[in-house]
């Protein structure tokens, strides 16, 4: 009877330690079990989650030696948010495109400003008939506390090497000049915005001028106005990504979610500090 649980233990940890051994070969190789990348906008576009995604989507790309990824799906379900997350988020779609990969992008409830931004990346756009998307334009939002320190009680002492260096600062008490400055900051990010999407749709700029002032479209609208390529629930989208990919059967890569608690609890606890950090800290935003 000894014997038979030793052999036992000897077969269980032989076993454990094959898998072990397939798992960093798989690893060092770039193997994978999936052909789809699922990457997943859902939310505002920060500057913290996004770019976890980002990193892993590239990741993923660049370690397919063997090219068993045939597509990259990617679901939008965001208003919008930062100016450069959505750019880089854009270019690792573009990355994909380079590499063969079919990109299919499909919004559900609200595809807009930012969400459209990476939605331009892929290759073919389908819309939720109910969706909302478009809003094609950029924003600075600075707060401005000069009133609030005075009924505090409180003044703030700035030295500076130029008479523009703490424009976006809250402490600053903005002039029409500062306005004409930071509305051209604005129109320079839009103009990227507005270029990434004429080159991704085969339009020329000027011809998306009417609807590039930041309205949002409805999903009817966009497709009007060639935004999207089609209408269609998410079931329409991954259909079009098989059949474009030459693929019978989808099977996801998702990037794996937090299960550590602890971490999680600390992380929901810094909210409130990382509210205020967006709040102060200027950004742009699509």
Known sequence: ??????????????????????????????????????????????????????????????????????????????????????EEMYQVLRFAHKKGKKVVAYIHSIGASGGYYIASGADKIVANPAALTGSIGAIIILPEVTELSKKLGVSWDIYKSGKNKDLTQPFRKRTPEDSVLLTELAKDIWKVFLKRVAESRGKKPEDLLP??????????????????????TKYDAV????????????????????????????????????????????????
């Open 1 to 86: 009877m000894k014997n038979l649980w030793f052999w036992l233990f000897v077969f269980f940890a032989s076993l454990v330690g094959i898998l072990l051994v397939i798992r960093l070969i798989v690893r060092s190789q770039g193997f994978t079990m999936g052909n789809v990348l699922y990457v997943e906008i859902d939310g505002n576009i920060d500057d913290k989650k996004i770019p976890e995604i980002t990193e892993w989507a590239y990741k993923k790309l660049k370690d397919d030696k063997l090219n068993r990824i045939k597509g990259v799906f990617v679901y939008i379900n965001s208003p919008g948010g930062s100016a450069a997350s959505s």
């Open 211 to 232: 609807i590039a002032d930041g309205r949002v479209l409805t999903a009817p609208q966009a497709l009007e106005w060639g935004l999207v390529d089609t209408l269609g």
């Open 239 to 286: 259909e079009i990504l098989k059949k474009m990919a030459g693929i019978k059967k989808v099977r996801f890569i998702k990037k794996p979610k937090k299960q550590n608690l602890l971490k999680q609890i600390f992380e929901n606890s810094s909210s409130i500090s990382e509210m205020l950090e967006d709040w102060l800290i200027p950004r742009a935003y699509f």
